[in-house]
């Protein structure tokens, strides 16, 4: 009898679920929406859901199989699979510990947001006042209040990544708090794990329900909606748009990190693993497309009451400038009177020309928005517009915790699992694990932390995956051999994978990962030094600078480190064979003399 | 009809001073917005609002000066626009040839400028002083943010179920040592048991009745 029996799941259903709570993160709210609408709207579906059946479900099967065949963590599975590729179960957990460590702090941004929104008044709605009490604070009425917020009030951020400051405190408390959090949840495994994620996987839609319908409620909503969905075929030209779909199913799906591969090392032997990575995949597609309608009703809102502010600092500007009585010009008839007044009174009209005729919708909608500027400035801004913005506040700060905890469950058990089968499983692993992405986290809370953050958010993670998943798909179609992967399927599920699937396996998808290696690659090296936005306190917006030498030197490690894995491993494993071999030579040779 | 009124204020105050004009030195612009302030319940500007105005800034300025006895007839008012704005300014109660300086009149506006709005039934911006700076109030600034005590709730919580977790294994562990040493005592009382019974039992091995194949076939 085993002495420690592998903990399971309690039910196939915690297993979708710790799934599709890993794979619905923050990506589906903040970069899907920015793709629809930079590359054509409702046309953007096309390639998405064609790389979505080409590359991305089979992957993802493809690593359930593998984890659900070896019951072992990534490193203990890849091993197994072939001794010289273990490296590519290392590779997984380095970047997986790459991704912990700063992936919470986004968690602590919700965590702060969430506790200052149990205020009368939201502290992003107005700007704080001078000392003097005459004006708003310079910097805040230079940017946004919600801006302002972010950049000074939350991460207090200094002007470059070279200055650096000391911790925020109130920072600081928040990721210990998000720290201490995600250890609870781990702390016995998947049986905590299990318990955790009924909550994490289904509250947000809960919360994307309510905003759909407060969204659609909204004044304007409909001009974003209906912008966003009105396909703009000429994009499918683009190879671009392609490029990004793919690489957005990619991420999207949580591929490489060794997270699916440690979740499903807990199923039971025969599981029906096939049915629930389809299921998982159109799931997270699913509350792509559903976040995006959410995303977009709120954009349109937001653009409509600025295009209303821009029109009404317009009107009253005419107002005042030509002594009209106030209700001569109204909201409809701005530029009617604009043209007008142009006409009969050139010269004074000449002088307020430049503020006034630059009021565009659609400007204000082609105003994209990607990562943590959508979800903390641009969300905000459009909740403090909301009657009872409070609670639409805290809804919302809720959600973007549960997404970023779920996606965190994920990237901490793919550590663990490993770490775990290695050594006597100790109670305290998952809380060194934590403790020490806490402590070399706290760096991300300093004012320069941002930018570092920024660093590892573009860097950490995106090439390693790449190259991972490109390695795990060459073993196991050549390496391991697809015949000796189908029969395994078919031990565990009782049939044969589909023809599609072997396809996909042994050569559209590898294909499309030299693809977009490739094309990674060579975007790196075209696009000179790589830049970052950095915050300008003076002219109150982000301006782009270049990385200093020990910035680029920092990306170029990051990207080495997790990649270099995988040869470094499989040269030291054949080294230590070769060792083996000799003595056992040496043993065989003394034997026959001695015999 | 309140065009021709309108007209004839303001000619009658241009009769009465040329030192009012734009661009005063000693004056100020003022500006109502009475429509955006109060939409349907607005109420049309005409010569009597203009004598509350006038009353309402004297009396501004008699708090601010002490002792001065400022009258209606001491502000001066010209250039009304159907915007609804004009420029005054003020002379001094003591000499009407001498206007009051622009700072003063600011301070004492500054000082008075809410009882001047809520006379109107507005605010700082609906009532502009043109180039006198509201002084904004500031937001309360409460004794401990707020946001530090649903921390500490949030805190409090997510650590006590972190001792209660970790306490509660601990107790099921010692709970399954405990366990241990019975179960190992009643395997070894069943297995004395058994060895009795098979001594009991261990009689002569009946050879004709086993199948032993060590006997080769016939």
């Given at each position: 009898?085993?002495?420690?029996?592998?903990?399971?799941?309690?039910?196939?259903?915690?297993?979708?679920?710790?799934?599709?709570s890993?794979?619905?993160?923050?990506?589906?709210?903040?970069?899907?929406?920015?793709?629809?609408?930079?590359?054509g709207?409702?046309?953007?579906?096309?390639p998405?859901?064609?790389?979505?059946?080409?590359?991305?479900?089979?992957?993802?099967?493809?690593?359930?199989?593998?984890?659900?065949?070896?019951?072992?963590?990534?490193?203990?599975?890849?091993?197994?699979?072939?001794?010289?590729?273990?490296g590519?179960?290392?590779?997984?957990?380095?970047?997986?510990?790459?991704?912990c460590?700063?992936?919470?702090?986004?968690?602590?941004?919700?965590?702060?947001?969430?506790?200052?929104?149990?205020?009368?008044?939201?502290?992003?709605?107005?700007?704080?006042?001078?000392?003097?009490?005459?004006?708003?604070?310079?910097?805040?009425?230079?940017a946004?209040?919600?801006?302002?917020?972010?950049?000074?009030?939350?991460?207090?951020?200094?002007?470059?990544i070279?200055?650096?400051?000391?911790?925020?405190?109130g920072?600081?408390?928040?990721?210990?708090?998000?720290?201490?959090?995600?250890?609870?949840?781990?702390?016995?495994?998947?049986?905590?794990?299990?318990?955790v994620?009924?909550?994490?996987?289904?509250?947000?839609?809960?919360?994307?329900?309510i905003?759909?319908?407060?969204?659609?409620?909204?004044?304007?909503?409909?001009?974003?909606?209906?912008?966003?969905?009105?396909?703009?075929?000429?994009?499918?030209?683009?190879?671009?748009?392609w490029?990004?779909?793919a690489?957005?199913?990619?991420?999207?799906?949580?591929?490489?990190?060794?997270?699916?591969?440690?979740?499903?090392?807990?199923?039971?032997?025969?599981?029906?693993?096939?049915?629930?990575?389809?299921?998982?995949?159109?799931?997270?597609?699913?509350t792509?497309?559903?976040?995006?309608?959410?995303?977009?009703?709120?954009?349109?809102?937001?653009?409509?009451?600025?295009?209303?502010?821009?029109?009404?600092?317009?009107?009253?500007?005419?107002?005042?400038?030509?002594?009209?009585?106030?209700?001569?010009?109204?909201m409809?008839?701005?530029?009617?009177?604009?043209?007008?007044?142009n006409?009969?009174?050139?010269?004074q009209?000449?002088?307020?020309?430049?503020?006034?005729?630059?009021?565009?919708?659609?400007?204000?909608?082609?105003?994209?928005?990607?990562?943590p500027?959508?979800?903390?400035?641009?969300?905000?801004?459009?909740?403090?517009?909301?009657?009872?913005?409070?609670?639409?506040?805290?809804?919302?700060?809720?959600?973007?915790?549960?997404?970023?905890?779920?996606s965190?469950?994920?990237?901490?058990?793919?550590?663990?699992?490993?770490?775990?089968?290695?050594?006597?499983?100790?109670?305290?692993?998952?809380?060194?694990?934590?403790?020490?992405?806490?402590?070399?986290?706290?760096?991300?809370?300093?004012?320069?932390?941002?930018?570092?953050?920024?660093?590892f958010?573009?860097?950490?993670?995106?090439?390693?995956?790449?190259?991972?998943?490109?390695?795990?798909?060459?073993?196991?179609s050549?390496?391991?051999?697809?015949?000796?992967?189908?029969?395994?399927?078919?031990?565990?599920?009782?049939?044969r994978?589909?023809?599609?699937?072997?396809?996909?396996?042994?050569?559209?998808?590898?294909?499309?990962?030299?693809?977009?290696?490739?094309?990674?690659?060579?975007?790196?090296?075209?696009?000179?030094?790589?830049t970052?936005?950095?915050?300008?306190?003076?002219?109150?917006?982000?301006?782009?600078?270049?990385?200093?030498?020990?910035?680029?030197?920092f990306?170029?490690?990051?990207?080495?480190?997790?990649?270099?894995c995988?040869?470094?491993?499989?040269?030291?494993?054949?080294?230590?064979?070769?060792?083996?071999?000799?003595?056992?030579?040496?043993?065989?040779?003394?034997?026959?003399?001695?015999? | 009809?309140?065009?021709?009124?309108?007209?004839?204020l303001?000619?009658?105050?241009?009769?009465?001073?040329?030192?009012?004009?734009?661009?005063?030195?000693?004056?100020?612009?003022?500006?109502?917005?009475?429509?955006?302030?109060?939409?349907?319940?607005?109420y049309?500007?005409?010569?009597?609002?203009?004598?509350?105005?006038?009353?309402?800034?004297?009396?501004?300025?008699?708090?601010?000066m002490?002792?001065?006895?400022?009258?209606?007839?001491?502000?001066?008012?010209?250039?009304?626009?159907?915007?609804?704005?004009?420029?005054?300014?003020?002379?001094?109660?003591?000499?009407?040839?001498?206007?009051?300086?622009?700072?003063?009149?600011?301070?004492?506006?500054?000082?008075?400028?809410?009882?001047?709005?809520?006379?109107?039934?507005?605010?700082d911006?609906?009532?502009?002083?043109?180039?006198?700076?509201?002084?904004?109030?500031?937001l309360?600034?409460?004794?401990?943010?707020?946001?530090?005590?649903?921390?500490g709730?949030?805190?409090?919580?997510?650590?006590?179920?972190?001792?209660?977790?970790?306490?509660?294994?601990?107790?099921?562990?010692?709970?399954?040592?405990?366990?241990?040493?019975?179960?190992?005592?009643?395997?070894?009382?069943?297995?004395?048991?058994?060895?009795?019974?098979?001594?009991?039992?261990?009689?002569?091995?009946?050879?004709?009745?086993?199948?032993?194949?060590?006997?080769?076939?016939?």
């Open positions: 009898m085993e002495k420690d029996a592998r903990p399971n799941w309690d039910s196939p259903m915690q297993f979708v679920l710790a799934c599709v890993y794979a619905v993160g923050l990506g589906n709210v903040w970069r899907f929406p920015y793709l629809c609408q930079m590359h709207g409702g046309g953007f579906l096309i998405y859901f064609i790389m979505l059946l080409v590359e991305g479900v089979p992957l993802f099967y493809m690593e359930l199989a593998i984890g659900q065949k070896m019951r072992l963590g990534s490193i203990g599975a890849w091993t197994a699979i072939s001794p010289y590729l273990g590519v179960g290392l590779a997984s957990v380095v970047t997986s510990l790459y991704l460590l700063y992936y919470n702090i986004i968690n602590a941004w919700s965590f702060w947001y969430l506790f200052h929104s149990f205020q009368s008044v939201l502290p992003w709605a107005v700007c704080p006042i001078n000392a003097n009490r005459t004006a708003p604070i310079e910097e805040c009425e230079r946004s209040p919600t801006q302002y917020f972010f950049y000074r009030e939350t991460l207090n951020i200094s002007s470059t070279e200055e650096n400051g000391g911790i925020h405190t920072q600081a408390l928040c990721f210990l708090l998000t720290w201490v959090i995600t250890y609870l949840c781990v702390v016995r495994g998947v049986q905590s794990t299990g318990k994620v009924y909550f994490t996987a289904t509250f947000p839609y809960v919360v994307l329900f905003y759909l319908i407060r969204g659609f409620t909204l004044h304007g909503a409909v001009n974003g909606v209906k912008y966003m969905f009105t396909p703009k075929m000429n994009q499918l030209a683009n190879p671009t748009t490029i990004n779909a690489t957005q199913i990619f991420f999207s799906l949580g591929l490489g990190f060794g997270s699916l591969i440690a979740f499903s090392s807990y199923n039971q032997y025969n599981n029906n693993f096939e049915r629930q990575a389809i299921t998982v995949s159109l799931i997270n597609s699913g792509s497309i559903f976040a995006s309608i959410v995303t977009f009703a709120i954009y349109g809102f937001k653009a409509t009451i600025n295009y209303e502010n821009c029109l009404e600092r317009t009107r009253i500007l005419l107002l005042n400038t030509f002594n009209l009585a106030e209700d001569t010009i109204n409809d008839n701005v530029f009617e009177w604009i043209e007008k007044l006409a009969t009174y050139a010269e009209f000449n002088e307020i020309a430049n503020d006034t005729g630059n009021c565009d919708l659609e400007k204000e909608l082609a105003t994209a928005v990607e990562g500027g959508l979800a903390f400035i641009v969300y905000s801004e459009a909740i403090t517009n909301m009657p009872l913005s409070q609670l639409w506040s805290v809804l919302y700060f809720v959600m973007l915790l549960l997404l970023g905890v779920g965190m469950l994920g990237n901490i058990t793919a550590i663990i699992t490993p770490l775990q089968d290695f050594k006597a499983a100790s109670l305290f692993l998952a809380g060194l694990v934590c403790l020490f992405c806490l402590l070399l986290g706290l760096g991300f809370t300093t004012t320069s932390g941002n930018y570092w953050f920024t660093i958010n573009d860097y950490g993670a995106t090439f390693s995956l790449l190259f991972i998943v490109l390695i795990e798909v060459i073993t196991v050549y390496i391991y051999g697809i015949k000796r992967f189908e029969k395994d399927i078919e031990d565990m599920l009782g049939h994978p589909n023809w599609y699937w072997k396809i996909m396996w042994v050569a559209i998808s590898p294909l499309l990962l030299i693809v977009l290696f490739v094309f990674y690659i060579v975007n790196y090296i075209m696009g000179g030094t790589p970052y936005q950095a915050w300008d306190k003076e002219e109150g917006k982000s301006v782009l600078t270049e990385y200093p030498v020990f910035g680029q030197v990306i170029a490690l990051l990207l080495v480190s997790s990649v270099s995988v040869p470094l491993t499989a040269l030291y494993v054949f080294c230590r064979k070769r060792k083996h071999g000799k003595a056992h030579k040496q043993q065989h040779a003394l034997n026959a003399v001695s015999a | 009809m309140l065009d021709k009124i309108l007209f004839l303001c000619l009658a105050s241009a009769l009465a001073d040329e030192r009012c004009m734009p661009d005063t030195p000693h004056g100020f612009q003022v500006r109502l917005s009475i429509k955006t302030a109060l939409g349907d319940e607005a049309v500007w005409n010569e009597n609002e203009m004598f509350l105005f006038r009353a309402s800034l004297a009396f501004a300025m008699r708090n601010h002490n002792g001065q006895q400022f009258e209606v007839s001491n502000i001066i008012v010209c250039n009304e626009t159907m915007r609804v704005s004009f420029w005054f300014i003020v002379t001094s109660p003591l000499d009407t040839s001498q206007l009051i300086d622009q700072e003063n009149v600011e301070a004492a506006i500054r000082q008075s400028r809410n009882r001047i709005n809520s006379a109107f039934l507005l605010t911006k609906t009532l502009e002083f043109v180039d006198i700076l509201p002084t904004l109030a500031t309360y600034t409460h004794p401990t943010p707020p946001w530090l005590i649903v921390f709730v949030v805190m409090g919580a997510v650590s006590a179920g972190i001792i209660i977790m970790l306490v509660s294994s601990v107790v099921q562990k010692k709970r399954k040592t405990n366990r241990k040493p019975q179960d190992e005592d009643d395997d070894e009382e069943t297995r004395v048991k058994t060895v009795e019974n098979g001594d009991a039992h261990d009689g002569i091995h009946n050879m004709s009745f086993s199948e032993d194949e060590r006997f080769t076939k016939m």
